[in-house]
């Protein structure tokens, strides 16, 4: 174990509290990589170098101390290293790509909300994170918008949501929210709360990934209250699952949250079956994490060294599906540009049809015949 896997346990209470401490997570921040000149201090190669500062001139780098110290400098091709380092491939981009690639902002009736399903908004209280992932589909938002928190610019949202009875679920996300201050926090969870329609309040975050520690108790008590909340985590590799992060998700969970993890199909990180086999289980097993999306790269500038092909995404849901138990297994999606939303890109198994007698292959590969008894009530 590497000694700052031992320091962020040391952070923790014995009996599973979660840490109190605030200024441990601060000095994994300031310890880590917030400029491009700290890029200076990385075992890059001079080539590397330009291309990295070059890179990281067009998007936003920060990388918390713990997570970059999970980077094995020896492997080019590290999985951690390929998710926030930047690397020259990104300035090459390609025809096609998308500054918003899932129109978060086409289906935005006021600033910092989205509205494309009936029951459910995307609420963005901040375009800052606690890292930056080079994939990022919203990059360019961080990027352009790059503001944090401030309580005037979420009042028209507020006002949109209050006015809203179909909506049942609000979604933190951004940027991420749990890089906000406890303060900031409980008093936007007290807002959605105070509107009586919403019933669920959903935070999609890398926190527990890449600053474990800010998972404090003092977080925890700022979201709790009259709502049911969702966490969804954002974990691509097991490399990422460490006592730190193990800690985050127990403290999560005994708060009450329904834990969930969505992740991103990357080639060169987490695109092979052992790879993707191996995170799902310690997900479910070890965190108490539920997979739940594995996103087909969607079309974010700069990305197509790290996009597999959908016919490559489907072999390994379909391997997936036949190693792992049904709890274990996410579902593979894809989030359609213009707003289509989430679509199942799993392999049918439906080989064919005809009238009441279906052919359907088995997790065995086997066809077999199904026929429908269908009764009159
Ligand atoms: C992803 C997303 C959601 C949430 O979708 P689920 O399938 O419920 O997880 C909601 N609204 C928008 C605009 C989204 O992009
Ligand atoms: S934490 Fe999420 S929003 Fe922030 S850069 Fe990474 S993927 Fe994008």
Same mark, same amino acid.
């Given at each position: 174990m590497t000694s700052h896997l031992a320091d962020a346990s040391m952070?923790?209470?014995?009996?599973?509290?979660?840490?109190?401490?605030d200024a441990a997570w601060q000095d994994d921040v300031r310890a880590?990589?917030?400029?491009?000149?700290?890029?200076?201090?990385?075992?890059?190669?001079p080539a590397e170098r330009a291309a990295a500062q070059a890179a990281a001139t067009r998007h936003k780098v920060r990388i918390p101390k713990a997570y970059l110290d999970?980077?094995?400098?020896?492997?080019?091709?590290?999985p951690i290293r390929a998710q926030v380092i930047p690397s020259? =491939? =990104?300035?090459a981009e390609q025809e096609g790509?998308?500054?918003d690639p899932i129109a978060d902002h086409a289906f935005?009736?006021?600033?910092?909300l989205t509205h494309r399903h009936a029951d459910r908004v995307l609420l963005f209280? *901040?375009?800052?994170?606690?890292v930056y992932c080079r994939?990022?589909?919203?990059k360019e938002s961080l990027t352009s918008i790059g503001r944090g928190f401030s309580r005037e610019a979420l009042e028209p949202a507020f006002a949109y949501i209050e006015a809203h009875?179909?909506?049942?679920e609000v979604i933190l996300t951004g940027?991420?929210?749990?890089?906000?201050p406890d303060k900031a926090l409980a008093e936007i969870r007290a807002r959605i709360e105070a509107?009586?329609?919403?019933r669920l309040l959903r935070i999609h975050t890398r926190v527990p990934v890449?600053?474990?520690?800010?998972? *404090?108790s003092g977080l925890v008590r700022a979201l709790q209250g009259r709502l049911m909340v969702t966490v969804v985590t954002h974990f691509?590799?097991?490399? =990422?699952? *460490?006592p730190a992060a193990e800690q985050a998700c127990r403290a999560l969970r005994q708060g009450g949250f329904v834990l969930l993890n969505q992740s991103v199909l990357l080639k060169g990180v987490n695109d092979t079956v052992e790879v993707l086999e191996e995170l799902c289980r310690e997900l479910m097993?070890?965190?108490?994490v539920k997979p739940y999306y594995l996103h087909?790269?969607?079309?974010?500038?700069?990305?197509a060294h790290r996009r597999t092909t959908i016919a490559e995404g489907q072999a390994l849901a379909s391997a997936l599906r036949a190693r792992l138990s049904g709890i274990c297994n996410p579902i593979y999606v894809l989030d359609l540009p213009?707003?289509?939303?989430k679509v199942p890109l799993g392999p049918s198994y439906v080989e064919a049809q005809d009238g009441e007698t279906w052919r359907i292959r088995g997790q065995d590969g086997q066809v077999r015949a199904y026929t429908e008894i269908v009764g009159d009530l």
């Open positions: 952070a923790v209470d014995a009996d599973g509290a979660p840490a109190d401490d880590g990589v917030r400029h491009v000149r700290d890029l200076d201090s990385l075992p890059l190669s999970l980077i094995d400098w020896s492997d080019p091709a590290d020259p =491939e =990104e300035l790509e998308l500054d935005s009736p006021v600033p910092r209280p *901040t375009y800052q994170c606690a994939f990022c589909f919203r009875p179909e909506i049942r940027g991420d929210p749990l890089s906000l509107v009586p329609h919403v890449a600053l474990p520690l800010r998972v *404090t691509n590799h097991a490399r =990422e699952i *460490t097993y070890r965190l108490g087909h790269g969607d079309l974010a500038r700069g990305m213009d707003g289509g939303g």
